[in-house]
């Protein structure tokens, strides 16, 4: 086997796929794969850059749903938005056994890589669902929705479809301002897109906006319970990093 | 009077009712309506006191002409009160509801003039969100004791969930802190609701178009603590109504000393750790597989407060325990304490490929603090304690400063 090197990708999910269809199909092992963005030079192994290739990518897919499992693809789709560094090679690790073992490969969980891509899995999924209810939308003075957030994983593409669904007939934007991109959403044109949309971007605001913030905070006040206060069970629930984003003010009841 | 005066009245009025839960109806909404409803269920918020926030939860109004003891509403009290018009509870829920604040609306009223007249109120309100609005989130409606079925029947064609609370567990305890809902006002359209859901679901099975009945099916709210009746006859009740009225949820609420009604227990303050007993044994019966009466018996009428039912249980059958996690049934671990469906799971996928031990376990994420005591690995049994019943529930139990911490 030659000797390994580090594998260069455009940064997408359809990116990593074409490195790993193209590893498959070479029969190698890589010493790492990394996101163009995060390599740093290093001196005592090769890197090779592989251009995003969409055929590529789905053929490879096609394959891992056909002898691995669909659920494996989404997996390991979801483990990828996550924040977390190094994430590529035990996506690789986890594919390589897959194709050994079929969809079994998820019974294996004694194995690190394949524990960590489901946990990292949950991990987004989890935060995916607790954003479908934190999100908050402002109204623009031009009547569209428009939502700020930070989310710790890159998950803003899990987010649109559920939004789609919920507000298929308003215009919206939601606005990932640690990364610098958002979603905007057309009622007319029933679709959403990625944008970049830099991160100090804010909109006007309509004229009831205020009046129904200051109607929704008097009812998180007032819906509390006095002599059962539980901060702490609160935070569990909705950690303080979400809190910026919220129209309510957690701790204004008491 | 101001709107937000009257929501904060009214919110204040109806956050006593515990029931949260936004789950269970799908298949409303598309591309040109306003809102969906999620299988799932979704929180928006946390309030102060903890608790998860889904719903605009609000009363209608707070007038009311009954006098029921247990309830900060009543007639003979004397405290602010308001009434919202049906414009105005569409109008809030659907501003709430496109800024992503909620999941849905919880609308529940005091009986203002009479029971017909309130539950036409709250009939013209769903008619509102859903025909004018073109609103297909969440509804879940109270049906008001005493209302003309029609009218009931009415918004239950446009509601997800219905509720009708029973408030007292027992017809004796009603009659005498509820004088004005008998019990028969509660029952009826309890079971009118449960026949037509159960009519409705049938006939949409035949015609593909029929419009849908409380698709979430129906709920109810017991008060505990503000009369006599013991934990076993509240869970035997509460399995009564799963299994006979085919009720979603049963709630349990604490009783708030909200009145100096002579009628009423003096408590020093909510029964909040008996409450969360009722809803630990609840789970048990609705996810786990037990029965009432394998959990309370004639002896025992009432949960140990300082440990939990499922715990109680499992000391209360040792020689059930210990059990061998790589040859029990899937039903067995589940009742095995600290083990629940998740877990539970994980090991009998895992132990498809290798026979487990305790260090297995571990790397599976299955919290052993709990089961430890009640499981072998392989064979080995892995607590250093004797396997004694005394010995074990001293492990189990809430040490005392803990619990006073839960009041
Ligand atoms: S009917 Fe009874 S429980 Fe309902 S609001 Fe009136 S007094 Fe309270």
Known sequence: ?254 | MELEKKLEILSDAAKYDVSCSSSGSSGRGDSNSLGNTKVSGICHSWSDDGRCISLLKILFTNYCIYDCQYCVNRASVDRSRAAFTPEEVAKLTVEFYRRNYIEGLFLSSAVSKNPDWTMEQLLKTVQLLRNRYNYQGYIHLKAIPGADFKLIYQAGLLADRMSVNIELPSESSLGKLAPQKKKAGILIPMQGIGQEIEHNSIARKKYKSKEKFVPAGQSTQLIVGASPESDRQIISLSEGLYNNFKLKRVYYSAYLPVSNSSLLPVLPGPPLQREHRLYQADWLLRFYGFQAKELLTPGRNNFDLRIDPKADWALNNLDKFPVEVNTADYEMLLRVPGIGPRSAAKIVKARREKILDHYNLKKLRVVLKRANYFITCAGKYGAAVPFEKEILYQRLAVKEQQQLALF
């Not at chain 1, 740093?40 to 394959?63: C, G, H, P, V, W």
């Not at chain 1, 209810?133 to 109204?139: A, Q, S, T």
């Open chain 1, 1 to 254: 086997m030659a000797a390994q090197k580090i594998y260069i990708y455009d940064g997408s999910f359809q990116g990593l796929l074409t490195v790993l269809y193209q590893l498959f199909s070479r029969k190698e092992i890589p010493f790492a794969i990394e996101k163009e963005s995060a390599y740093r030079k290093n001196l005592f192994y090769t890197a090779e850059y592989i251009s995003n290739n969409a055929q590529q990518a789905d053929f490879f897919s096609d394959k891992v749903k056909e002898f691995i499992s669909s659920q494996a693809l989404t997996d390991s789709f979801h483990a990828f938005l996550a924040d977390e560094t190094k994430v590529e090679l035990d996506i690789f690790k986890y594919f390589f056994m897959g194709f050994k073992l079929g969809k079994k490969v998820d019974n294996y969980l004694t194995k690190d890589y394949i524990r960590k891509v489901q946990e990292l899995a949950r991990r987004v999924r989890s935060e995916n669902h607790r954003l479908k209810g934190l999100v908050r939308f402002k109204e623009s003075i031009d009547g569209k929705y428009y939502a700020a957030l930070a989310p710790d994983n890159d998950l803003l593409i899990l987010l649109a479809p559920h939004f789609k669904n919920r507000f298929a007939v308003q215009d919206w934007v939601l606005h990932d301002k640690k990364r610098g991109k958002a979603v905007i959403y057309s009622a007319r044109e029933k679709d959403w897109l990625l944008i970049e949309l830099e991160a100090d971007f804010e909109p006007e605001l309509s004229q009831f906006e205020l009046e129904f913030q200051n109607l929704w905070q008097t009812f998180f006040i007032s819906v509390s319970i006095n002599n059962r206060v539980n901060p702490r069970a609160q935070r569990q629930f909705m950690p303080k990093k979400y809190w910026p984003y919220l129209i309510e003010n957690p701790g204004s009841s008491y």
